[in-house]
Structure formats: structure tokens, C-alpha cells
């Protein structure tokens, strides 16, 4: 399956919804900061809010389709193509963006061992060096 992003709101809004459905359950905090945090990321500033949620409701039905198999998992193979897909339509910029919001909603609530692994793939495939790594971690109070 070729993966590709034309827009770089799509590539942001496929790296959170697979940050949060990486642990099979999505919270309302995840929920309250993706339409605070993200929704204030400049590249989202001339949506409306109603512009927006539909923008993430079609994400979001997307990427259950292409990303998950029958029992809610996230599929490893798909989600390595996505985060190309990333990279190839982001510049190092806002890859350095996605990946500090996906620190962001996976640290909003309870950190799980699947968001740690997913967030690692980002690092690599995002090439995301260890220093800024470690500041994204350090803004949000956790540390990998």
C-alpha cells in the first residue's frame, strides 16, 4: 500500500491519531489537547474549530481503514509507511513539530509502553536528532 500525504495537516493529523489509538484507547484529555495544542500549531490557525473537526474526523475514519487490523491493533508495517510518508512530505521543521506533538499527546495522560515504542519510530524516521528529542521530552516532563 503506497502511503502519501499532499498536505502537511494530513501527515500531522495521521501522527496523532496514530499516538492516540497506539495504547487502544483514546481520553478525553488526548481528546482536550488535540483540540487545544494541535489545533493552535500555526499550520491549523486558518481553520475554523467546525473546519478542523471535520479535518480530524476524516483523518480519523482514514487512518482506522489503513492502519489498524480487525482487533483495533496498529498494524507495524503501515505505520513504518506512514511515518515515511511523513517525512517525505514535511520539511526537517515540521517534522521536528510533529514529533513534539506527538510527545505532547502521548504525555498528556498515562504513557504506555506502545506510545513509547511509536514515539521512537518517529525519532528515527523523522530524524529527529537526541538533543532536540530530549527537549520535546523535557517540555512536556517526561523523559524516554
Same mark, same amino acid.
Not at 480530524?56 to 496498529?74: C, H, I, P, R
Given at each position: 500500500?503506497? /502511503?502519501?500525504?499532499? *498536505?502537511?495537516? %494530513?501527515? &500531522?493529523?495521521?501522527?496523532?491519531?496514530? /499516538?492516540?489509538?497506539?495504547?487502544? !484507547?483514546?481520553?478525553? $484529555?488526548?481528546?482536550?489537547? +488535540?483540540?487545544? %495544542? !494541535?489545533?493552535? @500549531?500555526?499550520? =491549523?490557525?486558518?481553520?475554523?474549530?467546525?473546519?478542523?473537526?471535520?479535518?480530524?474526523?476524516?483523518?480519523?475514519?482514514?487512518?482506522?481503514?489503513? =492502519? $489498524?487490523?480487525?482487533?483495533?491493533?496498529? @498494524?507495524?508495517? *503501515?505505520?513504518?509507511? +506512514?511515518?515515511?510518508? !511523513?517525512?517525505?512530505? $514535511?520539511?526537517? #521543521?515540521?517534522?521536528?513539530?510533529?514529533?513534539? +506533538?506527538?510527545?505532547? /499527546?502521548?504525555?498528556? %495522560?498515562? $504513557?504506555?509502553?506502545?506510545?513509547?515504542?511509536?514515539?521512537?519510530?518517529?525519532?528515527?524516521?523523522?530524524? /529527529?536528532? #537526541?538533543?532536540?528529542? @530530549?527537549?520535546?521530552?523535557?517540555? &512536556?516532563?517526561? +523523559?524516554?
Amino acid at each position: 500500500m503506497l /502511503i502519501k500525504y499532499e *498536505r502537511a495537516e %494530513d501527515a &500531522f493529523l495521521a501522527v496523532a491519531w496514530a /499516538i492516540v489509538v497506539a495504547d487502544r !484507547v483514546g481520553s478525553a $484529555l488526548e481528546r482536550n489537547f +488535540m483540540h487545544a %495544542d !494541535v489545533k493552535s @500549531i500555526a499550520l =491549523f490557525n486558518d481553520y475554523t474549530e467546525e473546519e478542523y473537526s471535520n479535518m480530524v474526523g476524516a483523518m480519523y475514519m482514514k487512518a482506522n481503514q489503513t =492502519f $489498524l487490523d480487525e482487533s483495533g491493533v496498529l @498494524i507495524d508495517e *503501515r505505520v513504518l509507511e +506512514m511515518i515515511a510518508a !511523513v517525512n517525505d512530505c $514535511l520539511n526537517s #521543521e515540521d517534522c521536528l513539530e510533529v514529533y513534539r +506533538m506527538a510527545v505532547g /499527546i502521548a504525555c498528556v %495522560d498515562e $504513557l504506555c509502553k506502545e506510545e513509547i515504542e511509536l514515539l521512537a519510530l518517529l525519532q528515527s524516521g523523522l530524524n /529527529i536528532g #537526541e538533543t532536540d528529542a @530530549i527537549e520535546a521530552h523535557k517540555e &512536556f516532563k517526561y +523523559m524516554i
